[in-house]
């Protein structure tokens, strides 16, 4: 088991009886939006702390892991994310640096950059990126740094449908492929259902269905 | 031509209130307003220097450590009292005690070695020296400090989404500020790396006036001018670093979360 959640009390916007994530799974996190499905996430990566109750990781309270170290294992991708000043290549080999990772090659960067649809040259400046192009260079960013569970927060709200579908099948058969753990909040029920080996509804902070 | 100190007897300085005058007038002409406010400033001013004047008259005829200690003190309360109130929002608990701490050990240390190693005054406490000295140190720390406090409090604040999603990335939360804190530390030290810059070119400094003023050789006033610029500067630069080293880990708590 991933993570186990109990009795998880967080302000008065969630309220979590008992959760289990699997390892090796992809999970669809659904519901209306002001549920609380972003803050739901943000347990998982100890963004949020629980007032009461415990979450757990790998069968360890989540506080016992150093956040950071946590945060490099579950590396969480929020729904408008910040591209950094720079290049293309900057905004991967700046995360690098920041993460102490070993710098990649170009060859890689452009790989990934190919991966999720974005067929630029490194140098080009990541802040004339469209919202949607920003959102896939983010997600790149993500599986540079190829962590163990992924935290997806609607990794596609600014892309058209055909896009979706596609770097939607880009994450699975990473995800897959490589065996991680996928956490992923989507407004889209067809994905959830397409993809997803568990589904959560979140309505007003609860689970609604958990199947 | 030997050079003596002037004394303003009082109808002299009675003169120099024209300014005040003309400035009252200007401002009622203009309909600007705060005709008030002129002319308690001017009063607050004429008053509080009175009273320092007696001070440390009576303090430099009666040398005593604890004199100058007493005022090294007071000077350093009011200096960080006027940093809290110059700040643009509420500062937390601990912020404010490091800023404290910032203040006075920056400041301390610097005076310290300014007074023992570089001046070697003898006896330390020399209130005429000890007190104008710690003054300067004080003051232009203090408006170092102001002006890191206030960028850092602004920056975290404009870029809480940068911050958190490096932190979402695995990024250590000192790394995740480092780009406001270098600015921070920048924008502190800029005012007196620019005065140092106009320093005899486009002004000349107070200190070094005051000692011309008082009949010294300009040549003993710029070698104390600049012994004490280089003093300000390490001053200001060791306020600001305490307050950026120890101040940026209060924007996040145990769990490693931006906390605004």
Known sequence: MMFELSAVKFKDILLIDYLTIEAQSITAVVGSSGGGKTTFLKLFNNMNSADQGDVFYKNRKINYYDPVKLRREVTMLPQNPVVFPGSLADNFSLIEKLTDHKLSSFTKYKKLLSKVDLNYKLDRAAADLSGGEKQRLALARVMLLDPEVLLLDEPSSALDSLTEQKIIEVVVNYVKNKAKTLLMVTHSTRLANDYADQIITIEDGKIKENK | ?260
């Open chain 2, 1 to 260: 031509m030997e050079r003596q100190i002037i004394n303003l007897q009082l109808t002299q300085l009675i003169f120099a209130y024209l300014f005040v005058f003309i400035l009252l007038v200007i401002v009622k002409k203009k309909q600007i307003g705060q005709e008030k406010q002129i002319i308690i400033a001017s009063l607050r001013m004429t008053l509080q220097l009175i009273i320092i004047g007696f001070i440390l008259e009576y303090v430099f005829n009666n040398q005593n450590p604890l004199f100058s200690l007493a005022i090294l003190i007071l000077m350093e309360i009011f200096a960080v009292h006027n940093i809290y109130s110059r700040t643009e929002v509420e500062l937390q608990h601990d912020m404010r005690k490091i800023i404290a701490v910032s203040m006075f050990l920056g400041t301390l240390l610097s005076l310290a070695y300014f007074i023992f190693i570089v001046v070697q005054l003898k006896p330390w406490f020399r209130a005429d020296y000890f007190i104008p000295l710690a003054g300067m140190l004080i003051g232009n720390s203090m408006t170092g400090i102001s002006l890191g406090i206030n960028h850092l409090l602004t920056g975290i604040s404009d870029k809480q989404q940068l911050i958190e999603n490096y932190l979402m990335l695995g990024v250590e939360p000192e790394k995740s500020i480092a780009e406001i804190t270098q600015q921070a530390f920048y924008n502190a030290i800029l005012p007196t790396i620019n005065s140092m810059l106009g320093m005899g070119i486009v002004f000349l400094p107070g200190m070094m006036t005051g000692q011309i003023l008082a009949g010294a050789s300009p040549l003993i006033a710029i070698k104390y001018q600049i012994a004490i610029m280089l003093g300000i500067l390490g001053s200001v630069t060791l306020t600001v670093f305490f307050l950026i080293k120890y101040g940026a880990k209060t924007f996040f708590n145990s769990e490693k979360q931006l906390k605004l």
